[in-house]
Structure formats: structure tokens, C-alpha cells
């Protein structure tokens, strides 16, 4: 891929877009440059910036309501669309953000961008913003469903309906096909294919012989308003709701929410809770590669290699029941730190674990690599780096395009940075080099976890930091003490007002939050950037002219979570 030379300065890149629009504003908040634009000028400065300086990346479009400020003429709009953009070279982030009126339209950056198309219907569906020339029916909610869920003046309402059917998506109809083929074609469910999404989501094929010619995906079976639920609760309350977002990996979603919430209150956190934090993911990464590639190889019929990952997923699955008391959801996270530290004779069992992991990926590549079962599919569904990039892929499904990004590396948090460890790529962006890439993955993830057992520093797992802190650690409470305590129950921990994003490196690509804090102990407003969101609405376009067996390939390799899809 031949990489074109670029200015290398953010400060040159905002001196050029103020010469061709001086009315920009700019300010940084959380290591993120914010752009605020008008409506008219948006397209075309956002055009300008993936032409001309590199953000070539969408990593989201989402919305705010600003209810309370517009009703008080504190703000003239009500509304503002930002669009998250990166530079893959100099792992740079931009904020752009676009103020609306209520019955004011935008224009849609689907013809900039492939994978903007689900979040503007959600946008839509949620907020009420119209894009010009886009789709407008509902993608996460019901017909059933009356109003703007995500504004804020949207009333709760429990209702039933007896009378509520599920509705397949159907195709639409095609002048140009001939009555002859038109009788030829058949239309098939190709779900539910992973484990964990029995029943979650629906992908119709249409097929003729035995090649797909197009294909419907209908999500929102498992919507259940996770950035609506947060907008009542404490930041500490959220944590398990971020946790059932992946059920194949949840402490990596708790995580990822603890680690934004301290970066926005700037808590510094202890050394070993670091260290575990990165044991932790490291092992989840482990356990979700290994339930997506025992799903796959079932799927495919190579039950052996399904029943060694089974193993693997079940050595992994010990360590989390030892440590958290649960296999998966243990919510052992808190703001500030781990519930607990690691039990007494824990190390020796994961070191243990990871041994016998070592021995049977060894097992596994034996017997995939060369298998013609597995072979077949090479090549089949392949995605080129700009095809990825374009529908905002990220970890594994990037990496398998030949595309050298890993927030670990690029963007490292915690002690990454302190620790060996490489980068798989694949070539072809197909289910084979998925498959090659999330197993040399695991291989690195237990060498990752191996060098922190090695050096895990000691201390505490929890900040002593007084915000967080319930007590003054004295065995006599005094009566400040007791107020404190009573104020973080019952407000929780405060958040200085403004807006804050953070990542990780999540076992399917980035999994990042943003939040917007109006300085209470409750987010204002939530956003849950969920990589399989952006992978799976590509799957429809990704499966057309190719075989029925490779398109079941294409979703397995995927790993489409519908926690993270729906949410």
C-alpha cells in the first residue's frame, strides 16, 4: 500500500483549515481536538480532511440533545452531530461537532463513507435528524416504539402489546431480474451462526443455485437502551451494563468505561491495578478468540479443532471463576481500581492454564492449516485495506487486511508499551486469514500476560484518591466521613462538565466511550463506540456473487456480537 506524504503537525493542519475557513472553533478536551462548524460548510471540511490530511477514518457519528441549555438560552441549537475522525499515521483524533436546529436536515457522508449509513439511521431513529437523500426506516427499535427515545423529553412508557409480531425483512423487487430466474432464486436464513447470539439477529440470502445474490440483516432483537439506561445511572453503576455488551469477553467493557471515567476525573491509578487491569484483558482476549473460532470451526464442520477450542475457552473460563467467583460476568471492576486482588495461589493456576493453552493451539495449527475444509475458504469474501478502512473496521478484521494498527501499539495505555509483543497481520482480509490472525493473537496475548506475572508490582488495586474513597481509613469514622460516604452513594462521583473519550483494544477491534458530563454525578450523555457495529453492516455487501458455505464463513470470521450491535 503506498502511503502518500503528509503535513505531520495537527498545528499545520488547523492553520490551513482556518485559512479556507476562518469561522472555525477549536478546542481540546481528553487528548481529543474538538471542531465546532456550521452546517452549511460541515460536508465539505470533513471532505477536506479525509482528502487532504489523512483522517481517512470514521470511527463514529452520534448525537446530543441539549435540552436543558437550549429551553434556558444557554445554546442557540438544540442539537449537535459529531463525527469522530482518525489519522491511521499519526493515530490523531478529531472531534467534529455541528449544531442543529430541531427540523433542521444535514447532508449524509454515505458517499464519503460506507460505514456511516447505520449511524445515521440510528441518529434518525433516535434523535430525529434527517440526512438528505438517506434511509429513514428504524434500524434498533420497533414500529411499536413511539417518539425519539435518546431526547431528552422522550417519556418513559410500559406498555403491552398483544399483537406484536416479528416481521422478516423482505426483498425488494427487481424489474431487471427475468421471470425465469426470479422463480429460480430462494430465499434462506442464514441464522443465528455464533453461540453466543442464538436467535439475535436475522440475515435472509437470497440465492440462486448456490451463490448469494443479495442479502437483508435486521438488528435491534436485543436493543435495550444502554446509552438511555446510563442517563440514570452513577458512573459506578454503569459498570455492568458495560460488561454485557460482549458476552464473550465482559470485564474488557468494564474496563473500558472504568478507564474513561478515571481519565475524565484524572485519577492515577496504582501500578499493580494496571497490571492486573492488563492480565484481565489479555485473558478476555483469550476467551472471546477462542468461543468466535470454536463457533466458526463448528460451523464449518471441523469439530475437532472446535472441541480444543472449547478447551482453551474452558482453561480461561477457570481463571475468571478463581479471581471473580463468576466465569463471566464477575463485575470486579470498580472506578478507581479491582474489587480484589488476585487469590492466593491464582498465578500458578494461570501460568498453568497458559502452558496447556500453548500446547493445544500448537494442536489446533496442525490440524486447520493445511486442512482443504478450511483451505476452500481462502480468498473467499476477501477485503482489501481501503475496502476495511471505508466500512470502519478495527482489530482482528483490520489486521487480517494487511492494515498495522493496534491501539496497544499505536495509542498504548497502561504498560503496553513496557511490554514484547507483535503485531499479526493478514493479507487477503478473508475468513482463513481472520481465523490466522485471532489465533497468533492468543499466542501473544499469553506471552503479554506471561511478562506482567513475571514483574507485577505490588501495592494496593484501589486508589486512595478522596473522591473515591469512601473512608479516611481510620477505624473511627468521624462525621465528615460519614457525609462523604452518604454523598458518593447517593450522587456519586462527580465529573467536571465538559465532553471525554476513551479506548481500549477490546478482543474485537475499539471498543471506546464517550461521555458528556454536564458536572453531576450521572452522564448526561453516553455513547458506546462497539466495533461490531461497523463490521457487520458490511456483511450484506461482503457475501454478493459468493457461495453459500463461504458466506457462512464470512459471518463466523465476523464475530458479530449483537450486545454490542443492538445494545
Given at each position: 500500500m503506498v502511503i502518500r506524504s503528509r503535513k505531520s503537525s495537527i498545528v499545520k493542519i488547523l492553520d490551513s483549515l482556518n485559512k479556507n475557513f476562518p469561522t472555525l472553533d477549536f478546542k481540546e478536551s481528553s487528548g481529543l481536538l474538538h471542531v465546532n462548524l456550521d452546517n452549511i460548510i460541515v460536508y465539505d471540511v470533513v471532505k477536506l480532511l479525509k482528502k487532504d490530511f489523512g483522517f481517512i477514518f470514521l470511527l463514529d457519528i452520534f448525537a446530543t440533545d441539549h435540552l436543558n441549555d437550549y429551553s434556558s438560552g444557554k445554546c442557540e441549537k438544540r442539537f449537535t452531530v459529531t463525527y469522530h475522525l482518525l489519522h491511521l499515521e499519526e493515530h490523531k483524533r478529531i472531534s467534529v461537532n455541528v449544531d442543529l436546529n430541531e427540523h433542521e436536515t444535514i447532508q449524509s457522508f454515505s458517499e464519503l463513507w460506507l460505514n456511516s449509513k447505520w449511524p445515521e439511521r440510528e441518529i434518525a431513529e433516535m434523535f430525529g435528524i434527517n440526512f438528505e437523500n438517506h434511509q429513514t426506516s428504524k434500524l434498533l427499535t420497533s414500529d411499536y416504539i413511539i417518539g425519539y427515545p435518546l431526547r431528552k423529553d422522550w417519556v418513559y412508557q410500559a406498555k403491552s402489546h398483544q399483537d406484536l409480531v416479528f416481521k422478516k425483512p423482505e426483498f425488494s423487487w427487481l424489474p431487471e431480474i427475468g421471470d425465469d430466474e426470479r422463480l429460480c432464486r430462494q430465499v434462506i436464513?442464514?441464522?443465528?451462526?455464533?453461540?453466543?447470539?442464538?436467535?439475535?439477529?436475522?440475515?435472509?440470502?437470497?440465492?440462486?443455485?448456490?451463490?448469494?445474490?443479495?442479502?437483508?440483516?435486521?438488528?435491534?432483537?436485543?436493543?435495550?437502551?444502554?446509552?438511555?439506561?446510563?442517563?440514570?445511572?452513577?458512573?459506578?453503576?454503569?459498570?455492568?451494563?458495560?460488561?454485557?455488551?460482549?458476552?464473550?469477553?465482559?470485564?474488557?467493557?468494564?474496563?473500558?468505561?472504568?478507564?474513561?471515567?478515571?481519565?475524565?476525573?484524572?485519577?492515577?491509578?496504582?501500578?499493580?491495578?494496571?497490571?492486573?487491569?492488563?492480565?484481565?484483558?489479555?485473558?478476555?482476549?483469550?476467551?472471546?478468540?477462542?468461543?468466535?473460532?470454536?463457533?466458526?470451526?463448528?460451523?464449518?464442520?471441523?469439530?475437532?479443532?472446535?472441541?480444543?477450542?472449547?478447551?482453551?475457552?474452558?482453561?480461561?473460563?477457570?481463571?475468571?471463576?478463581?479471581?471473580?467467583?463468576?466465569?463471566l460476568m464477575g463485575s470486579s471492576v470498580r472506578i478507581g481500581g479491582m474489587v480484589h486482588d488476585l487469590p492466593i495461589g491464582w498465578v500458578t493456576k494461570c501460568l498453568d492454564a497458559i502452558y496447556l493453552i500453548q500446547t493445544e493451539l500448537k494442536e489446533i495449527l496442525s490440524i486447520l492449516n493445511r486442512a482443504p475444509s478450511w483451505l476452500v475458504f481462502h480468498g473467499e469474501g476477501g477485503m482489501n485495506a481501503a475496502q476495511a478502512i471505508e466500512w470502519g473496521f478495527s482489530g482482528p478484521c483490520l489486521r487480517a487486511c494487511g492494515v498495522n494498527y493496534d491501539l496497544r501499539k499505536n495509542s498504548p495505555y497502561y504498560f503496553y508499551q513496557d511490554v514484547e509483543f507483535e503485531v499479526p497481520l493478514g493479507i487477503n482480509g478473508d475468513p482463513y486469514d481472520r481465523y490466522l490472525v485471532r489465533v497468533e493473537e492468543m499466542q501473544q496475548s499469553l506471552k503479554i500476560v506471561s511478562q506482567v506475572l513475571d514483574?507485577?508490582?505490588?501495592?494496593?488495586?484501589?486508589?486512595?484518591?478522596?473522591?473515591?474513597?469512601?473512608?479516611?481509613?481510620?477505624?473511627?469514622?468521624?462525621?465528615?466521613?460519614?457525609?462523604?460516604?452518604?454523598?458518593?452513594?447517593?450522587?456519586?462521583?462527580?465529573?467536571?462538565?465538559?465532553?471525554?473519550?476513551?479506548?481500549?483494544?477490546?478482543?474485537?477491534?475499539?471498543?471506546?466511550?464517550?461521555?458528556?458530563?454536564?458536572?453531576?454525578?450521572?452522564?448526561?450523555?453516553?455513547?458506546v463506540r462497539a466495533p461490531s457495529f461497523f463490521h457487520f453492516q458490511s456483511f450484506c455487501d461482503s457475501i454478493q456473487n459468493v457461495s453459500l458455505e463461504s458466506a457462512t464463513a464470512i459471518l463466523s470470521s465476523l464475530n458479530a456480537i449483537s450486545g454490542e450491535i443492538d445494545r
Open positions: 436464513d442464514l441464522s443465528p451462526s455464533h453461540p453466543a447470539i442464538q436467535g439475535t439477529f436475522v440475515v435472509r440470502a437470497e440465492v440462486l443455485g448456490n451463490k448469494v445474490k443479495r442479502a437483508l440483516v435486521e438488528i435491534g432483537l436485543q436493543h435495550r437502551g444502554v446509552e438511555k439506561i446510563s442517563e440514570s445511572k452513577h458512573y459506578g453503576q454503569f459498570i455492568p451494563y458495560a460488561e454485557r455488551l460482549n458476552f464473550s469477553s465482559p470485564m474488557m467493557g468494564a474496563i473500558a468505561w472504568a478507564k474513561t471515567v478515571e481519565e475524565a476525573i484524572e485519577i492515577e491509578m496504582t501500578d499493580r491495578c494496571q497490571a492486573l487491569r492488563m492480565i484481565m484483558m489479555e485473558l478476555s482476549r483469550v476467551l472471546d478468540h477462542s468461543t468466535s473460532l470454536a463457533a466458526m470451526a463448528q460451523d464449518l464442520r471441523a469439530w475437532d479443532a472446535s472441541v480444543i477450542f472449547q478447551r482453551i475457552r474452558s482453561h480461561v473460563s477457570a481463571l475468571f471463576l478463581s479471581y471473580t467467583g463468576s466465569r514483574h507485577i508490582p505490588s501495592g494496593s488495586v484501589q486508589t486512595e484518591d478522596p473522591r473515591l474513597a469512601k473512608t479516611t481509613g481510620s477505624l473511627r469514622l468521624t462525621s465528615a466521613d460519614y457525609a462523604k460516604h452518604f454523598d458518593l452513594y447517593q450522587n456519586g462521583t462527580k465529573i467536571n462538565a465538559g465532553s471525554y473519550y476513551s479506548f481500549i483494544e477490546s478482543a474485537n477491534g475499539e471498543l471506546g466511550f464517550y461521555i458528556r458530563s454536564d458536572g453531576s454525578g450521572i452522564p448526561y450523555r453516553t455513547r
